[in-house]
């Protein structure tokens, strides 16, 4: 199995002023950097077989895992764990860093054969050799660029062939060349329902990325018609995998979700009666209708969303209006916000399959910006700037979209108010 390294960093003090002073988040930048993403160069939003696991809606009566009590208790908890706090969940939207980003690629553009890269130092002579052979004639965009964290995603969707490329830790090296770290191929989507062979691809799952990875125009249009994905730093452990994932990096042996479930929000929840964000109304609406599929282990608990990097237009700041995409989640109170209904979770059983009833659009999602929110002003708490004015240092996981900064007076005042301790915990995929 193909396998990450990510450090998990948890921060103690005695004291909430320590450690309000000792984090500084600083979301990812609002600058559009290529003309080949999902926005330039539209995609449909199913690219993978009709019957595809990823575009049924779910019924009214779909059934509830035995122990989905549990299974919600075990999300919540983790969610309050890693950067929340008791009774206030924290969860993300990755859209900066450890998120893939999209590319579609033409037969016109320029042809690689990926060169794999030991990022994990392997000792076998032979590990890449299969990979390789199958990142063989590549089309990449001139002006692609992968993920900026140390995940290095990217997916790329040939809309002339059908072929679809997952990579990871992907950099072009000095001499111009495409290389990566793990990947694979699929060779043609409308024949896949947007699995990977067995032990490739670039998600912990063996999924595509282009199968559930919310887009930045879905967020713009407020509708998502297609399962999303979350990542949890607790996974059971391996080899349990829920079909249609095919692998893990999971190595919880307490109770906890497995790679693949899938967790909704009951059908007869009134979401529009709930005062959300608008953020999250569309992050509910989808889970109430798809579900939210677990396809990573990462550093908190995470919604992926396509990475800004690969657009030409970003609205991510007016999405999230001008937050961080965790507080909008959260919900506003000075708006009378209400946070996502993480208690209302259901729990779905292993191995269950949603009847095909595959009714959602085919095409690319409308252009335009007909759900932004109205430009309110921005709280004085929060900076309404999203370009960082300092690098943050780089964290290997997923994070909530945000980088974490950690200066030194907060430090200091950490320190002084009862110490700190970062836990590294180091996992690989390997093939």
């Known amino acids: 199995m193909k396998l990450k390294d990510y450090t998990r960093r948890v921060v103690c003090a005695t004291a909430s002023v320590g450690l309000a002073l000792a984090f500084s988040v600083v979301p990812g930048s609002a600058d559009a950097a290529t003309n080949s993403g999902s926005d330039s160069r539209p995609i449909p939003t199913q690219v993978f077989r009709e019957d595809s696991p990823f575009y049924q809606k779910l019924p009214d009566d779909t059934p509830k895992a035995n122990n989905s009590d549990q299974l919600k208790a075990a999300f919540k908890r983790q969610a309050e764990q890693y950067y929340g706090s008791p009774g206030e969940p924290n969860i993300g939207v990755n859209y900066s860093e450890f ?7 033409r ?6 054969d990926i060169k794999m890269w030991n990022c994990q130092e392997k000792t076998d002579p032979n590990w890449a050799a299969e990979v390789s052979e199958m990142l063989k004639g590549v089309h990449i965009p001139a002006d692609m660029i992968p993920d900026q964290s140390s995940d290095g995603s990217v997916s790329i969707y040939n809309e002339d062939t059908g072929v679809v490329v997952d990579m990871w830790q992907t950099r072009k090296n000095p001499q111009g060349q495409w290389e990566a770290c793990w990947g694979g191929k699929i060779d043609n989507a409308k024949e896949s329902i947007g699995t990977f062979p067995d032990g490739y691809g670039a998600s912990a799952s063996g999924l595509s990325q282009l199968a559930y990875t919310i887009r930045h125009q879905e967020m713009v249009n407020g509708e998502i018609n297609h ?5 949890l730093p607790e996974i059971t452990a391996w080899p349990a995998a829920n079909w249609p994932a095919n692998r893990t990096d999971g190595s919880y042996t307490g109770v906890a979700i497995t790679m693949g479930q899938i967790m909704r929000l009951p059908a007869d929840l009134d979401i529009d009666a709930m005062k959300l964000s608008p953020a999250a109304r569309t992050i509910a609406k989808a889970a109430q209708d798809y579900g939210i599929m677990l396809t990573e282990t990462s550093g908190s608990v995470s919604i992926g969303a396509e990475n800004y990097i690969s657009l030409q237009s970003n609205s991510y700041e007016e999405v999230f ?3 961080w995409p965790n507080l909008e989640m959260a919900g506003d109170p000075a708006r009378g916000e209400v946070p996502f209904p993480v208690d209302q979770l259901e729990f779905l059983p292993l191995g269950y399959r949603a009847p095909l009833n595959n ?8 252009t335009g910006n007909p759900n932004l929110p109205t430009p309110e002003a921005t709280p004085t708490a929060e900076p309404a700037d999203p370009t960082p004015t300092a690098e943050a240092p780089e964290e290997d996981g997923e994070s909530s979209g945000v980088s974490w900064v950690l200066p030194v007076v907060g430090l200091a005042v950490l ?15 390997g093939a």
């Open 359 to 366: 009714t959602g659009p085919k095409g690319p999602p409308p």
């Open 99 to 105: 998120a893939p980003a999209l590319y579609i690629s």
């Open 321 to 323: 209006r001008g937050r």
């Open 107 to 112: 037969n016109s553009d320029p042809v690689f």
């Open 227 to 231: 399962i999303i994905a979350v990542g």
């Open 415 to 429: 320190l002084a108010a009862g110490g700190a301790f970062a836990l590294v915990k180091t996992r690989g995929r």
